[in-house]
């Protein structure tokens, strides 16, 4: 009797502990609260915590946000949407780790595809990805309540601004008001630019409207460099641009170029180190293969320089507040692959550096943003 006694407690006891490690295996911190559908707000912090892989986003979202899946399109189940923001992260980062956070540990749902600590793990490591989305407008609409001005927003060495000054000066060549500019000041009695900008703006004018005239507005004796284009720099592209081998004439004479000369006093045969020089590239010209290629104007190297002669020219400079949704919302979107944890993340690499540093400020703005946004 004892031992039928003995034997039943410890079944008992046996069982008790079977249903207090499957509770704790499957204890969610929300079964307390009521389950709801989440809020636009947890929503965008489930966003953005997949695309930069952060964690304290998905610390903004409540247990009681919960969501079912159809067994056609989710695999079935249910899970908390904190929990499926963990392993969203997890899988951005690559980083099974993360799991841990994920509630329950184990999902014992016979229908459910499993949505749990354990398949976070297995998911993870198995390198599956998977996410959500924004409208483009409510994508727009956050950066905008997080303060971001889409034209004054890149990371140096990792992601260009919407709008590059370098690219509007460069399209000026088709922009007929512009060269009529140009012209204008190149023609104006005591020019009024300072010699480094006429030298661009002279390139330009030529460039545009392939007259080799506007060549001659820049001093024979300036240099050939990235910085200013010389005056052969400008008769050799129209050369190039247009095949008429006759502005080569017009060239420095190929003995006379400081290049040729340095060869030749090395031991190069004359007839040789004259095709070294810009006025042997031109003449090249007559023996390339293919089709031809296209020179457009020097682009200046600095941002205040190009300002200056987009002002000069009376240009001005389009804004990407002035783009569609559709054009915002691309935009935004790259900047934030930008922001995609490099794996593994060297910091003592600039570019890495410079992309958590915004990372961070990204983060914070979304933290301190209202939940009504």
């Not at 919407?162 to 460069?170: F, N």
Request: positive net charge.
């Amino acid at each position: 009797m004892k031992k039928s006694v003995f034997r039943l407690r410890n079944t008992a006891l046996i069982g008790l502990a079977i249903v207090l490690t499957l509770s704790g295996l499957s204890f969610s911190p929300g079964w307390r609260t009521s389950r709801r559908a989440p809020t636009a707000h947890e929503m965008v912090l489930y966003y953005f915590a997949q695309n930069v892989g952060e964690t304290a986003l998905c610390e903004r979202i409540s247990w009681a946000a919960y969501q079912r899946y159809s067994v056609l399109f989710g695999g079935g189940g249910s899970s908390y949407l904190r929990s499926d923001c963990y392993e969203r992260v997890a899988q951005t980062r690559r980083d099974a780790g993360i799991c841990a956070q994920v509630r329950p540990l184990v999902d014992f749902d016979p229908l459910s595809s499993g949505y749990s600590a354990l398949s976070c793990r297995t998911r993870t490591r198995a390198q599956y990805r998977s996410g959500t989305g924004l409208s483009d407008v409510q994508l727009v609409r956050i950066f905008e309540r997080m303060g971001y001005d889409i034209d004054a927003i890149h990371i140096d060495g990792v992601m260009q601004a919407a709008i590059r000054l370098r690219d509007v000066y460069g399209g000026l060549e088709h922009d007929r008001a512009a060269l009529a500019r140009a012209r204008q000041i190149l023609a104006a009695p005591g020019n009024p630019l300072a010699l480094e900008d006429r030298r661009y703006i002279a390139h330009l004018a030529a460039i545009g409207s392939e007259d080799p005239r506007w060549c001659e507005s820049i001093p024979a004796a300036a240099p050939t460099d990235p910085e200013a284009p010389s005056r052969d720099w400008c008769y050799l592209t129209l050369a190039h641009n247009t095949g008429d081998l006759r502005l080569c004439e017009r060239m420095t004479p190929a003995s006379e170029e400081a290049k040729v000369r340095a060869a030749v006093a090395q031991g190069v045969r004359p007839s040789i180190a004259a095709q070294l020089g810009l006025h042997g590239d031109c003449l090249r010209v007559a023996t390339r293969m293919g089709p031809a290629g296209h020179y457009g104007p020097r682009l200046p190297t600095h941002d205040e320089q190009t300002r200056r002669l987009l002002s000069a020219l009376q240009v001005v400079v389009p804004t990407a507040r002035d783009w569609t949704a559709n054009q915002q919302a691309g935009f935004y979107q790259r900047f934030l692959f930008a922001l995609w944890p490099s794996l593994p993340a060297d910091p003592h690499r600039p570019a890495d550096a410079a992309r958590e540093v915004v990372r961070r400020d990204l983060v914070q703005r979304l933290l301190a943003l209202p939940d009504g946004s």
